[in-house]
């Protein structure tokens, strides 16, 4: 089956400009989270969703960022007037179920650089 | 705070065995993962360990001291697509946060 799916690939923004970045998680996957990679750094948790409901947006640097899932599947990061320092890569994953075990399943991410 | 460690970059040769280690510590401990990823690539799981000991699964283990805050990733029979980053990443309690260290990259050479 399809594993996650994230759009666009790369993103080049002017500063001040909005993003919006999609992930399309594995069907069924209930957990679904966010996570922004600076280079040659691990990922950093951005957000998390169980279904629908956002249950952990701790990670989110701003309030220039915001995640959205309306339907429980699709996921929507938008980045309002970026600004450089938010050049990265926006990795997503799925999980199966919401137990703290399960494996996450990384889509290959969206490289954003913010000129 | 949040604090994991892992070497910056290990090398290893062909056919040898490496042990990539991680010491961490969290407010909360509730299983440590580890993956790995090529560059440019998504991170791919490897093991998980929430009790202490060893998990061994093909030729890759990962060890778990839960008292010492610590872990291990050990390969076995490297070979050179093993080259990549290895990251060591905790999950915390009460949540599904995970944090992640900043990875080891790992260099096989012939």
Redesign the interface.
């Known amino acids: 089956g399809a594993g996650v799916s994230q759009s666009p690939r790369y993103k080049v923004a002017k500063r001040g400009q909005d993003v919006a970045l999609r992930c399309d998680p594995i069907s069924g996957h209930v957990s679904l989270f966010w996570y922004q990679q600076a280079l040659g750094q691990g990922p950093e948790f951005l957000t998390y969703f169980q279904n629908e409901a956002q249950l952990d947006k701790s990670g989110l640097p701003s309030d220039r960022f915001f995640a959205e899932r309306p339907e429980g599947s699709v996921s929507t990061l938008k980045i309002q007037r970026t600004q450089q320092e938010d050049s990265a890569v926006y990795l997503c994953a799925s999980s199966l179920a919401e137990t703290e075990k399960e494996t996450q399943y990384f889509g290959p991410g969206t490289r954003l650089l913010v000129l | 705070g949040q604090n ?1 460690d892992q070497p910056t970059e290990m090398t290893a040769t062909e056919g040898a065995i490496v042990q990539i280690n991680c010491t961490y510590q969290t407010s909360g401990f ?2 440590l ?1 580890w993956y790995q990823q090529h560059a440019g ?5 490897l093991s ?1 360990n ?1 009790l202490d000991g060893l998990e061994e699964k093909g030729r890759f283990s990962s060890f778990l001291s839960r008292s010492k805050g610590y872990s291990y990733l050990l390969l076995k029979e490297l070979q050179m697509k093993d080259s990549a980053s290895y ?1 060591c ?1 905790v ?1 915390d309690t009460g ?9 080891t990259r790992l260099f096989v050479k012939a």
Do not use: C, M, Q, W
Not at chain 2, 41 to 45: I, L, N, R
């Open positions: 994991i509730n299983g993962f690539e998504a991170p791919t799981f998980y929430v990251l990443a999950r949540g599904f946060k995970t944090i992640f260290g900043a990875g």
